[in-house]
């Protein structure tokens, strides 16, 4: 096989991004919750509440962690991997780069001091607002780096005179069109899929007979506001479908096997593609594209073939948009099924088939996270830098990224194995009853 170094450098980014999205999912959407269970601790002096905000907090600092590894890594390959791209872009990325590691150390020290300093005020509230700027790092750090990734897809604030970029303008270059849809999508999405997370873990222990009335208040802390959150993604995603339709036609077109230019577009669900595009076997929603694209099913959508034929990203996007959106809407149904029980038939909120249901809820929302990433940068292509610099000019032409695939690929397996293992044992001799008790409540419901 011949060494292609443009194809090793784009899997070992993949592979970059794909676990380090894991854990930057829960950094940023932890926290929330975290904040949320002291809150509602200290409002209603429930020591439920405030264990569950001490527990979380300690498993949020291993994946904050593994977090700090994996984005230096891809800072490290993106001037390793992409050199082009860097020479190019990164007097326009730098900014929002610097503004990232910024918000990362002010989330990382105020992290640091609410930690060790439980139980240390005669107020606990303030203790609580320590946490506040983890939650705002956390986000902003989410922000900035959201932020260049947007401007890779709708880049802007530069000129370009005689193939060199001139008249650069950073805050233009960072406020790009991309971002208010970007930016919206990564947050509620990241609160979202760390709420069926920390569900998840409350529902599984309900599953193997531990009815502590703890793990219930875990669960209704986080699938109240997993359904808001999964709502708020899917409307998000509305308007990243109408922010596609503006900016990046083809990759709209591209999601949803649409050809020809045309109103009363349908949207299509799954299906086969032969070679003279011809679908087969899809679910058809009439207007539906129509109306993702601009809310009238009158609406034109721009069709795939009105692009050059290496300007189209690959077609089997198509089964990631439809994956993605299929894992949200079942999110939303679980949720919601908890929701309605809560409200109208409590007695029926902890059986059997709900509750493997919201344990699987955590493995969905994290496929759901990397489907998404996946859709996003592979939607891109053939462009790093859309309408500028493709992937194949801005890659490397080293000999070494082989070795530099292996060697990271074994540095996530020692990491993801040893943040599972560190995991494990912290909380499988100290269950959470065993801490309630120590500190005089043994209340079980």
């Known amino acids: 096989m011949q060494y292609d170094a443009v194809l090793y450098s784009r899997i070992l980014t993949e592979m970059t991004l794909a676990f380090h999205i894991l854990f930057a999912t829960i950094g940023v959407g932890v926290p929330v919750f975290i904040a949320l269970a002291q809150w509602m601790g200290l409002k209603h ?3 439920h509440y405030l264990l569950l905000a001490r527990r979380w907090t300690r498993g949020f600092t291993i994946t904050v962690a593994v977090g700090v590894v994996t984005g230096t890594a891809i800072g490290l390959q993106l001037s390793l991997l992409w050199p082009s791209f860097m020479e190019q872009a990164g007097q326009l990325i730098a900014l929002p780069l610097f503004m990232e590691t910024f918000a990362f150390f002010f989330e990382a020290i105020f992290l640091g001091i609410y930690l060790y300093t439980w139980d240390r005020f005669k107020n606990p509230k303030t203790h609580l607002l320590l946490l506040i ?52 999508h990564v947050l509620v999405s990241a609160y ?22 703890y793990y219930k208040k875990a669960l209704r802390i986080t699938l109240i506001p997993a359904l808001v959150f999964s709502i708020a993604t899917a409307l998000v995603g509305d308007l990243s479908g109408k922010f596609l339709a503006e900016y990046q036609p083809e990759k709209l077109a591209a999601a949803e096997w649409h050809f020809e230019t045309e109103g009363e577009a349908p949207l299509l669900l799954f299906g086969k593609l032969d070679e003279e595009q011809n679908v087969s076997g899809a679910i058809k929603i009439p207007f539906a594209l129509s109306i993702l694209a601009g809310n009238l099913p009158s609406t034109e959508v721009i069709g795939l073939n009105e692009f050059p034929a290496d ?12 994956v993605m959106v299929t894992l949200g809407m079942l999110l939303i149904v679980i ?42 940068e592979v939607g891109r292509q053939p462009w790093i830098l859309r309408g500028y610099l ?34 494990r044992n912290m909380f499988k001799n100290n269950r959470a009853e065993d ?10 419901a």
């Open 133 to 184: 700027p983890v939650v705002i790092g956390s986000s902003l750090s989410a922000f900035f780096i959201t932020a260049v990734n947007a401007f890779m897809n709708t880049p802007q604030g530069f000129e370009i005179v005689n193939g060199t970029i001139m008249n650069i303008e950073p805050l233009k270059a960072m406020f790009n069109p991309a971002v208010p849809t970007k930016v919206g």
């Open 192 to 213: 979202m899929t760390s709420a069926f997370i920390l569900a998840a873990l409350a529902a599984y222990h309900l599953l193997r007979g531990r009815q502590h009335v």
């Open 390 to 423: 493709k992937t194949a000019e801005a890659a490397t032409a080293s000999p070494h990224v082989g070795t530099m695939l292996v060697a990271f690929g074994a540095l996530y397996v020692l990491l993801g194995v040893g943040a599972v293992i560190v995991l």
């Open 311 to 322: 300007e189209r990203p690959p077609l089997y996007v198509h089964y990631l948009f439809d």
């Open 45 to 47: 002096n429930d020591p």
């Open 435 to 444: 801490e309630l008790a120590a500190r005089g409540d043994s209340y079980v």
């Open 335 to 376: 949720a919601l099924i908890y929701a309605v029980l809560s409200k109208w038939k409590p007695k029926k909120m902890y059986n059997k088939w709900l509750l493997r249901a919201v344990v699987l809820s955590a493995p969905m929302s994290l496929i759901a996270i990397e489907i998404g990433w996946i859709f996003a």
